[in-house]
């Protein structure tokens, strides 16, 4: 039989949004991978070439389908899966056809979805041999970071991923819904919504732990606000004086009573906020142990100066899509069953020249 290292890795994208289009443009470049089939929500898209769909600026000579059946026939190797939240009847009808599943909808461990949906995933994957993998900048690839920079320590006691940034650019992105930007102060059952939706945070706990061969036998949720101090002019977003233009949320993770693991988010749409926080504008990781060791990540255009609005919009899409996509070899060579970073060699990019 035919080994994906004798020919290039068959491969579906399965939607064509804006994550997926960063995806599908990054596999196109590849000649390690192939690109065979397209799934698409929508009827209308169905039949339309994958170039045409995800603004890729040539035909690709893929059509999209928007019939599961279809894909499944195609017999890829793998499906990257993108779109905002996953279908979990979809993803267990590809896993247990065979086929690998690396996705960026939200879904690191499977806990964010309950353990009925974990369950029935884990044993779609084990009947079919196929992986599923999640991940993107973070929860995911900061993740991994964290536990390559624990490699010097003798142990330790815990570790934190900190992600801090003003996402007002973005404000208006369909992933934001669920924030609640917008909302009066002290609105009942806001912070009820926010662990709603930044759930994979717990599942980013999870993996951390599971990165330093411990497990957590409690995951919490701490939900804090701050308030914009004046009417905000944000694309695709209403926030007015006094309601809510801060996160900030913490997803923390323990064993025994011990807290060994923390992913903690603060995002604003202002810098105009009651009260005042400090924002990093990147990524902070803090492992406490013997010895410790902090991180600062900064994730930078290639070159701003020349950048447009919509090319420096099109980053945060990029650096969600591509630790799914050079993931692709170790997720295919992984076991069965849901994986994470843990069950992976540590992942990397390619030289421009061997693209």
Avoid at 51 to 72: C, H, K, M, N
Avoid at 135 to 158: E, F, I, K, M, T
Avoid at 229 to 254: F, N, Q
Avoid at 315 to 334: H, K, R
């Amino acid at each position: 039989m035919e080994t994906t290292s004798e020919r290039p890795i068959r491969v579906v994208q399965w939607t064509t949004g804006n994550v997926a289009r960063q995806a599908l443009a990054a596999v196109v470049e590849r000649p390690d991978l192939e690109l065979v089939g397209v799934y698409a929500h929508s009827k209308e898209k169905a039949g339309r070439d994958a170039g045409e769909l995800a603004g890729y600026g040539r035909p690709l000579g893929v059509r999209a389908t928007d019939d599961i059946e279809e894909i499944i026939a195609l017999a890829p190797d793998c499906v990257l899966y993108m779109p905002l939240h996953p279908d979990v009847e979809h993803l267990a009808r590809l896993l247990r056809a065979g086929i690998n599943v690396l996705t960026t909808a939200s879904f690191i461990t499977g806990r964010a979805y309950g353990e009925a949906a974990r369950s029935a995933l884990e044993e779609a994957a084990l009947a079919g041999g196929a992986s599923l993998f999640g991940s993107g900048v973070n929860p995911g690839y900061a993740d991994q970071l964290a536990a390559v920079a624990s490699g010097v320590c003798r142990h330790v006691d815990h570790v934190k991923v900190f992600e801090s940034f003003d996402i007002g650019m973005w404000a208006g992105d369909a992933n934001q819904d669920g924030l609640g930007w917008g909302r009066p102060a002290g609105d009942a059952g806001h912070a009820e919504d926010v662990a709603e939706a930044t759930a994979p945070f717990g599942d980013a706990v999870e993996a951390l732990a599971e990165l330093l061969d411990t497990t957590v036998d409690d995951v919490r949720c701490e939900v804090g606000f701050a308030h914009a101090t004046k009417d905000l002019d944000l694309p695709g977003r209403s926030v007015k004086a006094g309601t809510v233009a801060g996160l900030d949320v913490r997803w923390i993770g323990s064993s025994g009573g011990v807290d060994v693991a923390e992913a903690h988010v603060r995002w604003t749409v202002t810098a105009d906020l009651d009260p005042a926080w400090e924002i990093a504008m990147a990524y902070l990781i803090e492992i406490r142990g013997h010895p410790q060791v902090n991180l600062r990540v900064e994730v930078l255009p290639q070159d701003m100066a020349s950048m447009s609005l919509e090319d420096m919009l099109a980053i945060g899409s990029l650096i969600t899509a591509m630790p799914v996509v050079n993931a692709i070899p170790a997720v295919i060579a992984a076991r069965p069953g849901i994986v994470t970073y843990a069950d992976l060699p540590t992942q990397s990019s390619v030289h421009a020249v061997r693209r």
